[in-house]
């Protein structure tokens, strides 16, 4: 196998960690978002969308991050990163969508781009759009996990798919310079994971693509 990254992609970020946890063997090809790599037409041959990740077993091409962990979970079932339960299950899917579907794809670099082009956005306007829609998701995922008494995971002892979402919209968040304070929770919970080597070996700075 072999899967399409980028070192700061937060999606392949997930994937990376997801590929970590379970111990799997997969070759890495870096499309450099930065030089605009992923618009040229033989990766948009291989993934129409124009985005990272995408994960080729085989002759056959997968697209979007949380569908090709699902396949990986397939492939390889252990260790779960969903709980047994339907309703825990269902919390921790909501975690992670709540990153995937409502945060990450609105603060994207295309998105910003257009703010850029289409609306004269500053860089200071765009940094602060991506601040706001930050906070506004963390602040949610904090009171959901609150709520669920959530300890060093996003649920229960050990890391799930909402931890594989969750880590790498920290960094992104970091990155945007986002003011942590307000979730501590997230904050332990990006401590927790990033001390165990699937999460740290995915990390961006740690890619082989990492400044190339
Ligand atoms: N929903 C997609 C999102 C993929 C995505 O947004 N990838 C970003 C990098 S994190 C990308 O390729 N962006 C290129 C662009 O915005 O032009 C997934 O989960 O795989």
Redesign the pocket.
Known sequence: MKLFT?F????????RIAINLKGMDVEQAS?Q?RR?E??APAYGSLNP??????LLDGPNIL??????IDYLEDLRPEPPLLPPDPIDRAFVRGVALAV??DI??IN??????HLAKSCGADEGARIAWSQHWIAEGFAAIESALAKRGAGNYCFGEGPTLADICLI?QVY?AERAGTDMTAYPIIRRINHTCMELPAFAKAAPERQPDADA
């Open positions: 980028y700061r992609s937060s999606a392949a970020y997930r994937v499309i978002l605009g992923h618009l969308q124009r985005m990272v990740p995408a697209t979007q991050s949380l569908a090709i995937a579907c990450h794809p994207n670099q295309r998105v910003l781009n790498p992104n």
